[in-house]
């Protein structure tokens, strides 16, 4: 405090010295209010009579470190002297400052506005490309013309960011026309991409159709157009929608799915009102003994086909519920028709459908087992359905290939098909080491000894 005081007091000899060729006047409020001499007389007056009233305060008893001021003078006192190195005295005052605790009181002052400069502004589009890189946040709002925010957007485009690339395209979005926007962007291909991702993630419907009509691209806004059914919750509401759908430049792929799609929910809408009848007024078994868990409207047509199986496999061909009438009008295949109408059945145990499904005749008359599945697939779904042994033992005996047969009825404990495979392959040590494993006393042991006795 006393080498601080000293100090302070020590400036009162350089401004009674009557030579002021050495300093320079500054206008500190834009208006000339004096000499520096002036200045530093005003600033050395206040700091002394300052630091005299907290000495005094110190000498009371107070804390020492009340004693400390917290701001000297709102000048820097270094930058008012020409040549600094003309006056060892003001040197030693720096140095006297910074060795002592007083720099923490005495925060860095204010320079002139004259040497601020807005580095922002300085900001060339590449430099703004490489900040928003790292994370730093940066005002595009100085792009102002159409040329700044095209090199902007190049560059953008040349660092290969994704995210920087959006939020040029946000800004461009905000700023500009949207006409001029489509124009040069159908110039850039790879910000395109990026503007149609973005609108269909944020769900801008309008402008995106807008731009893909200004590029052209019919089938695109088709496309985009029908997406609008997922947010059409009402089934009748979806229906009309749809129905209106059918006459959009589709594709001729996409425009037989369109017209499947309203068929379907054609179909479904009839079928809900129907059985939700019988299901109310508790005229079909089938209903209380297996409600339904959901509704069928909106759902796929694999699912549509399940529920046909479920509750309608019986129905004449001519109802819109018939799995045969669903099979016929959206042209299923073999397979998916089969597997969906085998899990159905055998979910309901109805293993006389099941046995139907798979039997077929020849132009002779006669009857054989045919799945176009493969059998060894129809094993599987019955055993998920917990099927009865003998049911199993009869489709794991039609599977052909002998190592897949013996697997299968090896895991789900078919021992009839076992041991008929080992007696047909003449495998005595087989048959005697599986004969180890079937119970004592058992059916299946008594047939292994006649077999091995033969």
């Given amino acids: 405090l006393k080498e601080s005081k000293r100090a302070v007091n020590s ?24 000499s520096i001499s002036w200045s530093i007389k005003e600033t050395a007056s206040s700091s002394t009579s300052s630091l ?33 190195n003309k006056l060892p005295s003001f040197q030693s005052l720096s140095d006297a400052l910074s060795d002592t605790g007083v720099k923490n009181y005495a925060p860095e002052l204010r320079r002139p506005k004259a040497e601020y400069k807005d580095y922002s502004s300085d900001w060339s589009p590449k430099d703004t490309v ?13 792009f102002r013309s159409l040329q700044d925010k095209l090199v902007l957007l190049d560059e953008a485009v040349a660092g290969h960011d994704g995210n920087v690339i959006t939020a040029v395209l946000i800004f461009l979005k905000r700023t500009l026309r949207r006409e001029i926007l489509f124009r040069e962007l159908e110039l850039r291909q790879v910000a395109l991409c990026h503007l ?6 944020t769900g801008e419907q309008k402008l995106l159709l807008d731009l893909l009509r200004f590029l052209d691209r019919t089938e695109e806004v088709a496309l985009s157009h029908y997406r609008e059914h997922l947010n059409i919750q009402d089934a009748e509401k979806r229906r009309e929608f749809l129905k209106g759908c059918m006459a959009l430049p589709f594709s001729a792929e996409d425009a037989s799915h369109i017209q499947d799609h309203y068929t379907l929910l054609e179909r479904q809408i009839i079928i809900e009102a129907n059985d939700r009848h019988l299901e109310t007024a508790g005229q079909s078994e089938l209903f209380r003994k297996y409600p339904r868990k959901a509704s069928i409207l909106n759902m796929p047509l694999v699912t549509t086909l399940f529920y046909s199986c479920f509750y309608h496999y019986t129905e004449a061909e001519g109802t819109f519920s018939s799995p045969t009438n669903l099979k016929k009008t959206f042209k299923i295949p073999d397979k998916q028709y089969v597997l969906t109408a085998l899990a159905a059945r055998a979910k309901l145990r109805a293993w006389g459908d099941v046995d139907a ?5 020849n132009w002779l008359g006669y009857t054989k087992k045919k799945a176009p599945i493969g059998f060894h697939r ?15 033992q009869e489709y794991v005996r039609l599977v052909e290939d002998v190592e897949t047969r013996l697997n299968l009825a090896t895991k789900y404990k078919c021992h009839d098909v076992v041991i008929e495979t080992y007696r047909d392959l003449k495998d005595r040590i087989q048959l005697m080491a599986y004969k180890c494993k079937v119970e004592r006393g058992s059916a299946e042991e008594e047939k292994i000894n006649s077999i091995l006795n033969n």
């Fill in 11 to 34: 400036l009162r000899d350089i401004v009674d010295d009557d030579d002021d060729d050495d300093l320079e006047r500054v206008s500190w409020s834009g208006e000339p209010v004096g």
């Fill in 357 to 361: 499904l798979f039997t077929t005749k």
């Fill in 52 to 84: 005299e009233g907290q000495d005094s305060g110190l000498q009371k008893g107070s804390s020492p470190y009340a004693a400390f001021p917290k701001q000297v003078s709102s000048y820097s006192l270094s930058s008012l002297f020409k040549g600094r």
């Fill in 130 to 142: 490489r900040r928003m890189q790292r994370g730093k946040v940066c005002s595009l709002e100085r």
């Fill in 196 to 201: 149609i991702h973005f609108l269909k993630e």
């Fill in 378 to 392: 129809v094993v599987e779904i019955l055993q998920k359905n917990n099927a009865p042994v003998q049911v199993l």
